[in-house]
T-cell receptor
Framework: DGGITQSPKYLFRKEGQNVTLSCEQN?????MYWYRQDPGQGLRLIYY???????QKGDIAEGYSVSREKKESFPLTVTSAQKNPTAFYLC?????????????FGPGTRLTVL | AQTVTQSQPEMSVQEAETVTLSCTYD???????LFWYKQPPSRQMILVIR??????QNATENRFSVNFQKAAKSFSLKISDSQLGDAAMYFC????????????FGQGTRLTINP
């Protein structure tokens, strides 16, 4: 059963802690993305990766870090430098890098800072 | 930078009727892609329909169709024969053919279906 999985579904963090959100896909997609969603706003791009061992900053990369060591995995770390990390985080992937390649989304992770 | 605007925060429609969601965008590019995504209460984003800017013909997918007005930079979504399962947040999105090719999203429209 192909798709994108994100874990955990809910995550709570104390201030000053780093946390890592998992994103895995078994669709054999080359490109992967991380978006952040805040109430009343659309999604904003944090980081994206076209291929393994390569990734680029999006519009709101400050306070976040990523890695792409395997094609199927693109974990996102929310560091203590992120000023307001409470949000809903969505991972997406697409078969290729071109604009015609539809991005498919995972179910998301809700991060709350206590 | 490209921007996408959805001017209707909330819309409601009676079941089986037709509703149109509005979207406008701003870009200086001539070639790009436009999308409508649906986000139900589960919060997973689901692609509804896609339109290539170089195509004059409006895209359709079953009960969903778009009215793409390139000169006006308008991209509305029409849902015919509305069903209870259509209740969701709907996001309009723009994707460039150059650069990062990220999706730029509007703020969303919450659609309620009244039985």
């Amino acid at each position: 059963d192909g798709g994108i999985t994100q874990s955990p579904k809910y995550l709570f963090r104390k201030e000053g802690q780093n946390v890592t959100l998992s994103c895995e896909q078994n669709l054999n997609h080359d490109a992967m993305y991380w978006y952040r969603q805040d109430p009343g706003q659309g999604l904003r791009l944090i980081y994206y990766s076209q291929i393994v061992n390569d990734f680029q900053k999006g519009d709101i990369a400050e306070g976040y870090s990523v890695s792409r060591e395997k094609k199927e995995s693109f974990p996102l770390t929310v560091t203590s430098a992120q000023k307001n990390p409470t949000a809903f985080y969505l991972c997406a992937s697409s078969i290729g890098w071109g604009p015609v390649d539809t991005q498919y989304f995972g179910p998301g992770t809700r991060l709350t800072v206590l | 930078a490209q921007t996408v605007t959805q001017s209707q925060p909330e819309m409601s429609v009676q079941e089986a009727e037709t509703v149109t969601l509005s979207c406008t965008y701003d870009t200086s590019e001539s070639d790009y892609y436009l999308f409508w995504y649906k986000q139900p209460p589960s919060r997973q984003m689901i692609l509804v329909i896609r339109q290539e800017a170089y195509k004059q013909q409006n895209a359709t997918e079953n009960r969903f169709s778009v009215n793409f007005q390139k000169a006006a930079k308008s991209f509305s979504l029409k849902i015919s024969d509305s069903q209870l399962g259509d209740a969701a947040m709907y996001f309009c999105a723009y994707r460039s053919t150059q650069g990062a090719q990220k999706l730029v999203f509007g703020q969303g429209t919450r659609l309620t279906i009244n039985p």
